[in-house]
């Protein structure tokens, strides 16, 4: 089983959501996210005043599912969360060792 963490630009979502759900990967947590990486950042003007923005908005997606589509998430994912300019994000891919299901005691992934 593997963990499949997505840090992508806020206005991207929606077609990722619909692509991972094309590809019949069903089930994210999302979460709105604030960070920097290589742009460090970036001045904004408001009301005539410029200031520095030191965290960018960003969607962080998490979706758990057997390793057998680990691949065909992670190219979803990038593909369709790609735009070619700084601050696309990034797919993290961790090993899940253990997936229990609180409501029915399942376990593995009968609990995904």
Not at 27 to 45: A, D, K, L
Request: neutral net charge; charged residues 25%; without cysteine.
């Amino acid at each position: 089983m593997r963990l499949i963490m997505a840090i992508i630009k806020p206005d991207r979502l929606d077609a990722v959501r619909e692509a991972l759900s094309e590809a019949g990967i069903t089930g994210m947590t999302v979460s709105e996210v604030h960070g920097y990486g290589r742009q460090q950042g970036h001045t904004e003007i408001y009301r005539g005043a410029e200031y520095d923005v030191a965290f960018v908005p960003k969607v962080k997606i998490e979706v758990a599912l057997p390793a057998s589509l680990a691949a065909a998430a992670v190219e979803t994912i990038q593909r369709t969360a790609r735009s070619g300019k700084i601050g696309d994000g990034k797919i993290f891919v961790l090993e899940l060792k253990e997936v229990l299901r609180i409501r029915t005691g399942e376990s593995g992934a009968e609990a995904l």
